[in-house]
């Protein structure tokens, strides 16, 4: 259950194809009270760089817990995950957050926006963890929406704005840092239909146009379909990767 087969899997892997996230023998549990839980068995598997991956899987199925472990919010009980080079479950608690802030960007369901800041500020947010000024924060800010389509929204409260508004907000913010990875868990999941395939073709763009490597949870075969690679997990253990929308 380790191959990795995409559309390029023909050909020789390339500067631009090496992994970006290398995951060997992964194993997780959770303990509750008395009781271990497993939830992932022995994953193994690469993800190339630029790659659109699309993880599902029934409820339980451990695919979020597999998300939270590449983008380094929980610990595995054993394994290895390399993330553009750094084994990320060697780091100590104070440079794992630090990693995080630098090569995470995360898309959460809920967006998980600050609702008293405007647009702008909770796209500012991360940049506090770097050495920009405050003049170089804003700028950095405007441009990330203006990508997204809101320059005419900065200003603007999450209470002011749609869902599909916001959930492009968080996108926004998700990029700001130019991070190494996108991780999105159920970004369409409170969404319309409509605002979800605006997101949806928003994160293709992302991935296709400036190559941003992107992870996402999804229990929804329509936005599956958008990534171009597919993995399902079952009962903790990973099936093999089917190559879907060659770019």
Do not use: C
């Not at 659109?52 to 817990?65: E, Q, V």
């Not at 949806?200 to 490597?213: I, Q, V, W």
């Not at 992870?215 to 997990?233: E, F």
């Amino acid at each position: 259950m380790t191959g990795m087969v995409d559309s390029k899997s023909e050909n020789p892997m390339t500067e631009q194809t090496k992994p970006i996230v290398e995951i060997r023998n992964l194993y997780k549990s959770y303990q509750r009270e008395s009781l271990v839980v497993p939830v992932l068995f022995d994953i193994t598997f690469d993800i190339a760089a630029g790659e659109f991956l699309a993880l599902m899987g029934p409820s339980g199925s451990g695919k979020t817990t597999l998300l939270n472990l590449i983008a380094g919010i929980d610990r595995a009980d054993s394994g290895s995950i390399h993330v553009g080079g750094v084994d990320i479950t060697t780091l100590t608690e104070t440079e794992l957050a630090a990693w995080r802030a630098n090569s995470v960007g995360f898309i959460f369901q809920f967006y998980n926006l600050i609702p008293v800041l405007q647009a702008v500020e909770n796209v500012e947010l991360p940049l506090h963890l770097t050495v920009l000024t405050k003049k170089q924060r804003r700028e950095h800010a405007q441009m990330a929406l203006s990508m997204v389509g809101l320059a005419h929204r900065m200003d603007h409260y999450p209470g002011e704005m749609s869902g599909g508004e916001q959930q492009r907000v968080a996108i926004a913010r998700a990029i700001v840092t130019d991070p190494t990875i996108l991780v999105a868990d159920e970004p369409t999941g409170d969404l319309d239909r409509v605002s979800a395939e605006e997101i949806l073709s928003m994160m293709e763009r992302l991935n296709r146009d400036m190559g941003k490597t992107i992870i996402m949870v999804t229990h929804d075969p329509r936005a599956a379909a958008r990534a171009r690679i597919l993995r399902h997990l079952d009962k903790g253990y990973l099936n093999d990767a089917v190559g879907q929308n060659p770019l």
